[in-house]
């Protein structure tokens, strides 16, 4: 395939080479000017450099031979039609007067690049016979053009022949075939190649719009250098510039974005000027005033002035679905699902999973920078190593990083998609890092307070064996020798009644430091949880149903169990005037859950000996659900 292609830019090599000599010879005998030469040679280097070095670089592409053959076109064109001019001097070249009849139509051959360029780009014809003949087909059309034109009259005031109109109309035809081509290719071609395909369109759109401009001059009397010289300079510099950048750097820039911009921006211009003529037009026929008065073009400015801008969006989004679907889809999917997040649909953690889809990537990840240490994060607080260089998308916030984007497959386009999409997707990433912060704050306060009540715990359990151990015990010990010294006295004897006294007086202090042990920590919980709550309820007035599952928990988990228990039982007595009080404990997903269910007269409301539970359990994290229809009971729900 490479020496195919190596070969086949022989042919247009030749041609330009031929009809450089034509051009030169042309200025050597005065046909044209010096100037002209220099016009012809400036134009031709931009796409002939070009030619060469996608030939050098990409020699299995044909569109290194193409290249060469859109700028030898137009250029063995002009030549032709240089010696064509000889046929009025004063020493014509040989065959003058043949090529000067032939020469008419000869224009058509500027196209021949363009149009080998459209049947080839950027990896070949097409498969089928169709595709095979279209070159011939459109080779036989141009010959009818240059037929049909040397058969025209040489006085302009008569009317041409038919026969030209049928040659130009099959010429547009097999033009429209050749075009035609290029929408097959796109239809049916890999991301790769639409993205060429759309380098080619942005430098094409320029030759159909200036060769029509060149069209309107010449019939306004422009000569035909003047009126095709945009068109030309369209055929050799920016088609080539485009093509060339479409092969060796397709990736260069957001080549969607830029022909979707630039449509828009054309159809935009055009609209507006047919409604600005259109405009003054109608005034003018209202007012029965001159067309270009200032009324009338006043009226204009101001109706395209309000026009421009719904136009432009609507022209945008049009342009941009058809030559950037791609992205224009995948932005809107993106804002859909942040509009979802603002309305409360979507969690914003699905940030993820929703850029993966809209990339195509299902390596992508978003790392959130966890506030305070700066360590990356996934969305669910779980430290993440550093990932590679270079596939990094990083979203910044006042001048901090709070996020980025990892890429697993990347590339120039992919890369610029993502970094418009993380822009997108700031709102629902940022939450992200605000819940994950929230979540951090608030398992930080449930620790702290769990090891404060761990803590108070312990404090009280020392407490209460300080009182058991120490104050009870001297105290004890004075009351036991105090009796003592009691049973040596006679009982006549005036200080055995005081010694009596101070003995009751010290037992009844000790059974208030019991009482007030009792209270700090009970001294039940020692032979475990099960012992401790059955103890509670000996001596009940009411029966009390009692089921506790063989769980382990720690110290402030079975005291806070232990006290709501207590305090729910007191209050089913004393407020919900039960007859029967039943309670369970169960472990229920790693935590402890307790249920006291009473028949009293329920209609429980906040305040009623219900807020020091509530305090208790929250102390620890835990939940309290309360449910105590009028009349038909309560139901004391904790999870500690």
Not at 385 to 413: D, H, I, Q, W
Not at 509 to 516: D, G, S, Y
Request: one cysteine or more; proline letters at 5%; a neutral charge.
């Amino acid at each position: 395939m490479t020496v195919r292609w190596r070969v086949a830019a022989l042919a247009p090599a030749l041609g330009l080479v031929v009809g450089a000599a034509l051009v030169a010879a042309a200025a050597l005998d005065g046909v044209i000017g010096a100037a002209d030469v220099a016009v012809t040679v400036v134009s031709a280097l931009p796409a002939v450099g070009l030619g060469l070095l996608v030939l050098a670089r990409r020699p299995d592409s044909p569109a290194g031979p193409v290249l060469l053959a859109l700028v030898a076109a137009p250029v063995l064109t002009y030549g032709v039609e240089r010696w064509a001019l000889t046929a009025d001097s004063a020493d014509p070249w040989w065959g003058a007067e043949a090529v000067a009849a032939a020469g008419i139509g000869i224009w058509v051959f500027n196209l021949a690049g363009f149009v080998l360029l459209c049947l080839t780009f950027p990896d070949g014809l097409l498969p089928g016979r169709w595709w095979r003949a279209m070159p011939w087909l459109w080779l036989l059309a141009a010959l009818a053009v240059i037929v049909a034109a040397a058969g025209s009259p040489d006085d302009p005031a008569k009317p041409p022949p038919v026969s030209i109109y049928f040659a130009l109309a099959l010429f547009l035809a097999a033009l429209l075939g050749v075009l035609g081509s290029l929408v097959v290719r796109y239809r049916h071609g890999n991301e790769l190649v639409r993205q060429q395909l759309h380098w080619l369109l942005l430098g094409a759109t320029s030759v159909p719009v200036l060769l029509a401009a060149g069209w309107v001059a010449e019939v306004f009397g422009a000569s035909t250098e003047v009126a095709y010289t945009g068109f030309i300079l369209a055929m050799v510099v920016a088609v080539p510039a485009a093509v060339a950048t479409a092969i060796l750097r397709h990736d260069l820039l957001d080549i969607d974005r830029l022909l979707s911009d630039t449509t828009a921006w054309l159809l935009t211009t055009l609209v507006s000027a047919c409604l600005f003529a259109l405009v003054v037009v109608g005034v003018a026929e209202l007012s029965r005033d001159a067309a270009g008065s200032p009324t009338g073009i006043g009226v204009a400015a101001f109706v395209t002035a309000l026009a421009l801008l719904p136009l432009y969006r609507r022209t945008h989004t049009a342009t941009a679905h058809l030559f950037d679907r791609e992205r224009t889809v995948t932005i809107e999917a993106v804002r859909r699902f942040v509009q979802q997040v603002r309305d409360g649909q979507s969690e914003p953690e699905d940030v993820e999973a929703v850029l993966r889809r809209a990339l195509d990537d299902e390596k992508l990840r978003v790392l959130l920078t966890a506030p305070g240490s700066g360590e990356r994060v996934d969305l669910r607080g779980l430290p993440t190593p550093s990932p590679a260089a270079g596939t990094v998308v990083p979203l910044s916030a006042r001048e901090a990083e709070v996020a980025v984007m990892v890429l697993g497959r990347t590339s120039r386009r992919r890369l610029r998609l993502a970094r418009e999409l993380a822009v997108e997707a700031r709102l629902p990433i940022e939450v992200s890092r605000l819940r994950l912060q929230l979540r951090t704050a608030l398992a930080d306060a449930r620790d702290s307070r769990a090891r404060i009540v761990e803590a108070a715990t312990e404090e009280r359990r020392r407490l209460e064996r300080d009182l058991h151990d120490g104050a009870q015990q001297r105290i004890l010990a004075v009351g036991m020798r105090l009796r003592s010294a009691q049973r040596r006295l006679p009982p006549q004897d005036p200080a055995y009644e005081d010694l009596d006294a101070a003995v009751a007086a010290l037992e009844a202090t000790v059974a208030e430091l019991r009482r007030l042990a009792h209270g700090i920590r009970p001294s039940g919980l020692d032979d475990g949880l099960e012992t401790a709550i059955r103890s509670l309820f000996a001596g009940s007035p009411v029966p009390v149903e009692v089921s506790v599952a063989d769980v382990q928990v720690n110290e402030a988990v079975a005291t806070t169990a232990y006290y709501v228990i207590a305090e729910s039982f007191t209050n089913a007595l004393k407020h919900a005037q039960a007859r029967a009080v039943r309670v369970t404990i169960a472990p229920e997903g790693g935590r402890l859950a307790i249920e006291i269910a009473d028949d009293g007269r329920g209609g429980a409301r906040p305040g009623f000996g219900l807020s020091a539970l509530h305090d208790r359990v929250a102390a620890l994290g835990g939940s309290v659900d309360v449910v105590s229809p009028d009349g038909g009971g309560t139901s004391i729900r904790v999870v500690l």
